[in-house]
């Protein structure tokens, strides 16, 4: 039988008290902010996570591919990087990370791999922690190439780029492509296609918006350690 983390696809009405209280990952999230206590960046990262995985949030993206987005732009663009900010640094090449967590990003997004995760709970758990680990992987690796400010930007805007490309493909798709959401968004005024086209767009466009805050604030300080005249 088909089994949904964050419960069955949640109507207009009842989303305000569609919270995912599930102890193994509240005991998670707890146990990560001990660990990150001294770090601002990683505090803000688990709590996006908490936004992601605890909120409303985690119950309307088992309704909505648009809020799935959301789910995972959140995850990949946003906690990754916080989360990366917190730990030491990694002095590794980016390319292979980079190639890693773009074709695991593509990957999940195949309708066959996509309505898998949404309907068995193993695989769900496989696709965040797949898609979080390797976005990890990848800014730590950026953040840590501080000796190549230009392969940093290049790469920052080099994934965006391969999202945004995901982005369009879905907006431009002549019909909907995921069987888990091809009723339940009928409940919130949107047809299955047009759920599917939100999305894309979320995706090819303000998706983007975390990558250029990232890729300004190294722009700055790369400018400020020459300036300085410190190696950069």
Known sequence: MDEIYCGPPPLPQEIWASWNLDPLLLGALLILTVVLRRSPPGLVGVAVLVVAFVSPLCALSSALFSARVVHHVLLV????PLLAAALPRFTGGVALPFALANVILWG????????LALSNVAVYWLMQLSLLGSALWFWRAVLGARDAPVEQIVYIVASFALMGMLGAVLTFAPSALYAAHGAAPLDWGLTPLRDQQLGGLIMWVPAGLPYAVIAAVLTRRNWRRMVDGAPC
């Not at 999940?108 to 309505?115: K, Q, S």
């Open 77 to 80: 663009a946003v906690a990754a």
């Open 108 to 115: 999940w997004h195949h309708p066959a791999a996509y309505d």
